[in-house]
């Protein structure tokens, strides 16, 4: 069975841009590329200040070959996620996957 049998989703990489230092210039995150991918679940947690808040961690699988930086972000179904370091070549270099696991900021 083949890796790529196993993604069942997209994903799109947001690719950063850091702002030009200038006051009140923003980074900004551009749609770069649709890749296939299979997200997991990992871990969440929940805390209140006022607010429901939580925090979720995931792991994404994607192809190999994907170009994609820490400093980017991913969305998936609609879900933006931050990438936490590192990103992991799960084939050693033998052209098989990458795997990310990302954070999901709730509330």
Partial sequence: ??????FNTIATILSFT??????GSVDTYAD???VPCR??????SEYCDGKIRGEATH???LPSGVRINVSDRIRINGIVFDIIPPIYDAGGGA???L????KEHIG
């Fill in 59 to 61: 792991k994404v699988y």
């Fill in 39 to 44: 997200l997991r679940a990992l871990s969440g």
């Fill in 18 to 23: 850091p702002s030009d230092g200038s006051w």
């Fill in 95 to 97: 052209d098989h996957h």
């Fill in 1 to 6: 069975m083949s890796i790529e049998s196993l």
């Fill in 32 to 34: 770069d590329a649709s």
């Fill in 99 to 102: 795997e990310v696991h990302l």
